[in-house]
Antibody, heavy 121, light 107 residues
Framework: EVQLVESGGGLVQPGGSLRLSCAAS????????MNWVRQAPGKGLEWVSY????????YYADSVKGRFTTSRDNAKNSLYLQMSSLRAEDTAVYYC??????????????WGQGTLVTVSS | DIQMTQSPSSVSASVGDRVTITCRAS??????LAWFQQKPGRAPKLLIY???SLQSGVPSRFSGSGSGTDFTLTISSLQPEDFATYYC?????????FGQGTKLEIK
């Protein structure tokens, strides 16, 4: 069964840092593009970041560029989101979502269960 | 950035009804469009990709159409489990963007 499990969320003060992880299982992780998507409480979905299967290509939303860093460890079947200089508006449930195994087929399926990040003093 | 606009923002319907949700892109995206269903407290679920391709395991009452800037998601006969929020998303150009969502409620 394909499964994605996020961890690392929690309460952090404004200006602080947090590292999210996404553990993948049930598929050949190293072959797939991966994404981070977030959802603020009661709001819609916002794409955050993309990373290619090799990790060589990474894109970010303007709202997080320069503050967030996406990486992956294909040997550990894991995806990461290092978040720094956190702001109240970063408060959200963060999901990892699998993309495609073939370039240009980056459809988000499946998604993890999400991990809540709360930025507050 | 490409803006995605869904309509309506909410809709009330009854079991057995046919429902259509529209999504308009601010510029042409070919068929680089996906539809997701999200229930409260749950992760989104992919329903349709490439504008009209049904994701494996998704009931055939769901269908998608469109290309360029105008797209539709149709549920042919609403079932109780279909009451949820639906999002469109363009995958043509980074940054990927989502519509604001359409909440489908029971009448």
């Amino acid at each position: 069964e394909v499964q994605l499990v996020e961890s690392g969320g929690g309460l952090v003060q404004p200006g602080g840092s947090l590292r999210l992880s996404c553990a993948a299982s049930g598929f050949t992780f190293s072959s797939y593009e991966m994404n981070w998507v977030r959802q603020a409480p009661g709001k819609g979905l916002e794409w955050v970041s993309y990373i290619s299967s090799s990790g060589n290509t990474i894109y970010y939303a303007d709202s997080v560029k320069g503050r967030f860093t996406t990486s992956r460890d294909n040997a550990k079947n894991s995806l990461y989101l290092q978040m720094s200089s956190l702001r109240a508006e970063d408060t959200a449930v963060y999901y990892c979502a699998r993309g495609g195994a073939v370039p240009a087929t980056n459809w988000f399926d499946p998604w993890g269960q999400g991990t809540l990040v709360t930025v507050s003093s | 950035d490409i803006q995605m606009t869904q309509s309506p923002s909410s809709v009330s319907a009854s079991v057995g009804d046919r429902v259509t949700i529209t999504c308009r892109a601010s510029q042409g995206i070919g068929t680089w469009l996906a539809w997701f269903q999200q229930k409260p407290g749950r992760a989104p679920k992919l329903l349709i990709y490439a504008a009209s391709s049904l994701q494996s395991g998704v009931p055939s009452r769901f269908s998608g159409s469109g290309s360029g800037t105008d797209f539709t998601l149709t549920i042919s006969s609403l079932q109780p489990e279909d009451f949820a929020t639906y999002y469109c998303q363009q995958a043509n150009t980074f940054p990927y963007t989502f519509g604001q969502g359409t909440k489908l409620e029971i009448k």
